[in-house]
């Protein structure tokens, strides 16, 4: 969705995206793990080695072959991301995942696209089902954000400049007539942006004066936050939202992290997206005990923000799969603070809500996931009912986290990026579809 030194505000999903940014600096490699999962592909690979003694550690820079690095399983790989010119490879910045795909920008200003491309969401020219590695956006000029929607794609460039791709529902991608998908990214000419969010079939921006604007579908007129009709083709401004840091569009609804700390959302209430007020064309505020939020993530259908001092978790919104973190049933109708009822280990740094379930990274660098297991996105192929939230398998830290749908991704402390969840059409970019499903974390690699 998606800022600390490590970290950008993570993004919403389901139907719906995350996305985020990372600083471009090294944090410290992690030490090599005692034993490889037996069930790693990589599991019988030579340790990555300078001599017979010798062993490097996840992400170091392979020590005479330029472009290659230790990869998981200890074994030399190729740069998962690009190369520099200079032999190393470029670092994950941004990370952002749409209902089925996902995207790594790097520090170089490249972007890389995978997953399902029937729409040409992943913006390779291509909208030939599934890309299970990550391919070049190559008609993307130097970019610095980016944001995944339901199918379709954003990203900011060349400056402040709005580029998206993909599926055209609701003139998201162009207002010209009779274009239906744009399988290469397209020139949106929205000025003085700052920062931009895309959900399900609505994208919203913030310019450089922090007010918001919008466009796209508009459900009950009310979407905007001005009454704006069905499908506004340029951006309406949202009324009654200024000092805005950041945006972040759900299905139906949006909200607005200001400079204060405050959290306001506004259109479609039904499943208490705002809070537990009913649909309202005005920004509502988020009750979070008078704690400032420092990062927010808005799902389809519902959000979670972190407060104070990353000691509080507030979510609120549909509790179908007990992804607000209490029992389906026994949501208050607002806002909860759910860090303590969880057991988790704070401060956290960052929150990504998916589809039906939620994610945070805690104090100690570990994901722990709560809701819906059906797409093994709890990281887990079974869920230990007596633990409040499930612990990811990762084999390193995590610096950051995004939610799609059905899959989430973390980038590793080493500057991996790892996938779990459904993969049927290659969301995990690992290189295959099968397994349709993982609750083993998975590298995505060229």
Not at 167 to 193: C, R
């Amino acid at each position: 969705m998606p800022s600390s030194t490590a970290l950008s505000f993570p993004l919403r999903v389901a139907l719906k995206a995350t996305s985020l940014l990372v600083s471009a600096g090294c944090l410290d490699t992690p030490a090599r793990p005692p034993a490889l999962d037996a069930s790693s592909p990589d599991a019988s690979a030579p340790i990555c080695g300078v001599d017979d003694t010798a062993a490097l550690a996840l992400g170091a820079p392979h020590p005479s072959e330029p472009c290659r690095l230790c990869g998981p399983g200890f074994a030399f790989i190729d740069c998962p991301f690009g190369c520099r010119p200079d032999g190393t490879c470029a670092a994950v910045t941004g990370l952002a995942t749409g209902t089925s795909h996902g995207c790594a920008l790097t520090d170089d200003g490249a972007l890389n696209c995978w997953g399902w491309r029937a729409d040409g969401q992943i913006g390779d020219g291509e909208r030939a089902q599934e890309a299970a590695t990550p391919h070049h956006v190559s008609a993307l000029p130097p970019a610095r954000a980016v944001t995944a929607g339901d199918r379709h794609t954003c990203a900011l460039a060349d400056g402040d400049n709005l580029y998206c791709w993909g599926i055209n529902h609701h003139a998201l991608v162009t207002a010209t007539p009779g274009v239906t998908h744009a399988e290469v990214p397209t020139y949106l000419a929205v000025p003085a942006v700052r920062s931009v969010d895309t959900g399900t079939m609505s994208t919203c921006v913030v310019r450089t004066d922090r007010r918001v604007a919008c466009w796209g579908f508009a459900l009950d007129g009310q979407r905007f936050g001005n009454e704006t009709p069905r499908t506004a083709t340029s951006p309406k401004p949202v009324v009654g939202l200024e000092a805005v840091h950041e945006v972040q569009v759900g299905a139906g609804y949006a909200c607005a992290l200001g400079e204060d700390g405050a959290v306001r959302c506004w259109g479609d209430g039904v499943d208490g997206h705002l809070g537990g007020a009913t649909s309202s064309a005005t920004p509502v505020a988020i009750d979070t005990g008078g704690s400032p939020v420092s990062a927010m993530s808005v799902g389809a259908a519902h959000a979670c923000a972190i407060a104070g001092q990353g000691e509080r978790l507030y979510c609120w919104g549909r509790n179908d799969e007990g992804e607000l973190g209490v029992a389906v049933g026994d949501e208050p109708g607002g806002p909860i603070e759910v860090a303590d009822a969880l057991s988790l280990a704070t401060p956290l740094s960052a929150v990504a809500v998916g589809h039906d379930f939620s994610c945070v990274i805690d104090a100690s660098g570990e994901v722990r996931c709560w809701g819906s297991n059906r797409d093994l996105t709890l990281g887990r192929d079974t869920v230990d009912p007596s633990e409040p939230t499930q612990r990811v398998a990762l084999s390193e830290p995590a610096r950051a986290i995004a939610a799609g749908s059905h899959h989430a991704c973390a980038l590793g402390a080493s500057g991996f990026v790892w996938c779990w969840g459904l993969n049927g059409g290659g969301q995990l970019g690992n290189g295959r579809t099968d397994p349709p499903r993982s609750a083993r974390p998975l590298h995505v690699r060229r």
